[in-house]
Nanobody
Framework: QVQLVESGGGLVQAGGSLRLSCAGS??????MGWFRQAPGKEREFVAA????????TYADFVQGRFTISRDNAKNTVYLQMGRLKPEDTAVYYC???????????????????WGQGTQVTVSS
């Protein structure tokens, strides 16, 4: 059984930065992703990284502001977020796949395990 625990969320002013972490237990050396969900909106894709860390994909709205990375020795995936905007306010979820690919999925259906989420609030 895979368990994912996010941390690093909080309140930050617009233009600021945060680094989210997702610590995994169990079989975690597979593709991983970050999604987010704002109040009243559907969950949306943010970024994903493949099992080796050699391939990443981002949502269009990231526009170079976020970087996803992983440290397999620590079973941890990171999302470094910069130039944050109020519209980035959401609960951010870490997601784990049961697959190893060269092109990580941007779809929620591509992931089998989810963390409990961490709140990110960006004030204007």
């Amino acid at each position: 059984q895979v368990q994912l625990v996010e941390s690093g969320g909080g309140l930050v002013q617009a233009g600021g930065s945060l680094r989210l972490s997702c610590a995994g237990s169990g079989r975690t050396n597979y593709d991983m992703g970050w999604f987010r969900q704002a109040p009243g909106k559907e969950r949306e894709f943010v970024a994903a990284v493949n099992w080796s860390g050699g391939s990443t994909t981002y949502a269009d709205f990231v526009q170079g502001r976020f970087t996803i990375s992983r440290d397999n020795a620590k079973n941890t995936v990171y999302l470094q977020m910069g130039r944050l905007k109020p519209e980035d306010t959401a609960v951010y979820y870490c997601a784990g796949s049961s697959r190893r690919t060269w092109q990580p999925s941007s779809m929620p259906a591509g992931y089998d395990y989810w963390g409990q989420g961490t709140q990110v609030t960006v004030s204007s």
